[in-house]
Antibody, heavy 125, light 107 residues
Framework: EVQLVESGGGLVKPGGSLRLSCAAT????????MTWVRQAPGKGLEWVSS????????FYVDSVKGRFTTSRDNAENFLHLQMDSLTAEDTGLYFC??????????????????WGRGALVTVSS | EIVLTQSPGTLSLSPGESVTLSCRAS???????LAWYQQTPGQAPRLLIY???RRATGIPDRFSGSGSGTDFTLTISRLEPEDFAVYFC????????FGQGTKVEIK
């Protein structure tokens, strides 16, 4: 059974940092692209970042470029999201997802077939 | 960026009824790269449909997707109690964007 379990969420002040992790089990992790999707309280879904199966290609939504860094550990089956210079607009539930599709040049062509339960990030003073 | 607009915002229906949800794109979604997800309160989204009309593994056949170009629909026939939820569409043809969601609530 595919399982994705996020950790590392919490309360942080504006300008602070947080690192989310996602433990993946039940599938061959290094064969799948992975993605972070977030949801602000009471709002819709927003794609944040994707990483290819090998880690060679990483993509970000414009609003987090230069502040967030996605990485993966294929030996230990973990996905990570390092979030720096956080603002209130980054508050939300962050989902780790398994992506299906392919990388086409400069962009990911992904939909998401498995989701974790999410890690809550609250940015507030 | 392709903007997806879902309508209506909320639907009030009874179990056993059928419903069609709309997802309209601001420009053509090439290769029909459109997916639908279901989210119940407090839960993670669940993939229902991908490539506009392909049902994901384990999804009942009362869920069906159709459409092409800029207009896509999700039809749920014979609503079950567990189908009352929020439904999101997502396009993956040009970057990755989601619609704002349609809530299907019990009348």
């Amino acid at each position: 059974e595919v399982q994705l379990v996020e950790s590392g969420g919490g309360l942080v002040k504006p300008g602070g940092s947080l690192r989310l992790s996602c433990a993946a089990t039940g599938f061959t992790f290094n064969s799948y692209h992975m993605t972070w999707v977030r949801q602000a309280p009471g709002k819709g879904l927003e794609w944040v970042s994707s990483i290819s199966s090998s880690g060679s290609y990483i993509f970000y939504v414009d609003s987090v470029k230069g502040r967030f860094t996605t990485s993966r550990d294929n030996a230990e089956n973990f996905l990570h999201l390092q979030m720096d210079s956080l603002t209130a607009e980054d508050t939300g539930l962050y989902f780790c997802t398994r992506a299906r599709g392919y990388v086409s040049g400069p962009q990911p062509i992904f939909y998401f077939d498995h989701w974790g339960r999410g890690a809550l990030v609250t940015v507030s003073s | 960026e392709i903007v997806l607009t879902q309508s209506p915002g909320t639907l009030s229906l009874s179990p056993g009824e059928s419903v069609t949800l709309s997802c309209r794109a601001s420009q053509t979604v090439s290769t029909n790269y459109l997916a639908w997800y279901q989210q119940t309160p407090g839960q993670a989204p669940r993939l229902l449909i991908y490539d506009a009309s392909r049902r994901a593994t384990g999804i009942p056949d009362r869920f069906s997707g159709s459409g092409s170009g800029t207009d896509f629909t999700l039809t749920i026939s014979r609503l079950e109690p567990e189908d009352f939820a929020v439904y999101f569409c997502q396009q993956y043809a040009t970057s990755l964007t989601f619609g704002q969601g349609t809530k299907v609530e019990i009348k």
